[in-house]
């Protein structure tokens, strides 16, 4: 069974500055799907940025970035020129491709992020 | 797009009665819904896995007969939770896969049970 990881139960950072939250992961697949969702106070999950294994470009989406490295199952989360509404837990999380075990996704515990203004 | 409305966003019963928890998707037919169960600052914890007209699969520990889950349509999940008891409060949350890879969630229950 897959497994994720997130060695960092709380963060901070200060507003504008830049924070890396990690998240290691640990299976025997070759194809695959990461993620990083932010659940802020209001619970509701929100999809930050998404990879898939095949594709070695790092993905982006404004000031998110990963840094996604394959051989190491390491897939971290770069977030530049912190905003005070960036203060959150953030969740790594893992897919299958479909083909092999369904559609589940696998959480890790979570990081703690807050913004200092 | 891709929006699941869910319903109650909070509820407080009593000890021994059952409440449901609604799940819809607005705008896709959700073939596969998820139940998560999260307590505060932890991770989500998937409870069961449903499909449209078929019985939900269920998590190792997780009480099939407490936790009544029906997706009878691909736009509507519930989640009944029968003879609730106070350890059975918690956030839960639902989630629906509408794409390959894209997944959308609830806005959770907070349930509290007396």
């Known amino acids: 069974a897959q497994t994720v990881t997130q060695s960092q139960p709380e963060m901070s950072v200060q507003e504008a500055e830049t924070v890396t939250l990690s998240c290691t992961y640990d299976?025997?697949?070759?194809?695959?799907?990461l993620f990083w969702y932010k659940q802020p106070p209001s619970r509701q999950m929100i999809l930050v940025i998404r990879?898939?294994?095949?594709?070695?470009q790092n993905a982006t989406e404004n000031r998110f970035s990963v840094n996604f490295q394959k051989a190491a199952k390491s897939f971290s989360l770069k977030i530049s020129d912190s905003q005070l509404g960036d203060a959150a837990m953030y969740f790594c999380?893992?897919?299958?491709?479909?083909?092999?075990?369904?559609?589940?996704?696998?959480f890790g515990e979570g990081t703690q992020l807050t913004v200092n203004p | 797009g891709a929006v699941v409305s869910q319903h109650p966003s909070r509820v407080i019963c009593k000890s021994g009665t059952s409440v449901k928890i609604e799940c819809r998707s607005l705008?896709?037919?959700?073939?596969?819904m998820f139940w998560y169960r999260q307590f505060p600052k932890q991770s989500l914890m998937l409870m069961a896995t449903?499909?449209?007209?078929?019985?939900?699969?269920?998590e190792q520990g997780v009480e099939k007969d407490k936790f009544l889950i029906n997706h009878a349509s691909l736009t509507l999940s519930t989640l009944t939770v029968t003879s609730a008891h106070p350890e059975d409060s918690s956030f839960y949350i639902c989630?629906?896969?509408?794409?390959?890879?894209?997944?959308?969630f609830g806005s959770g229950t907070r349930l509290t049970v007396v």
């Open positions: 990879q898939e294994a095949y594709k070695q």
């Open positions: 449903s499909n449209e007209g078929s019985k939900a699969t269920y």
């Open positions: 999380a893992y897919r299958s491709a479909p083909e092999t075990s369904g559609s589940r996704l696998t």
């Open positions: 705008d896709f037919q959700a073939t596969t």
């Open positions: 299976t025997s697949e070759s194809d695959y799907y």
């Open positions: 989630s629906a896969s509408y794409s390959y890879y894209g997944y959308t």
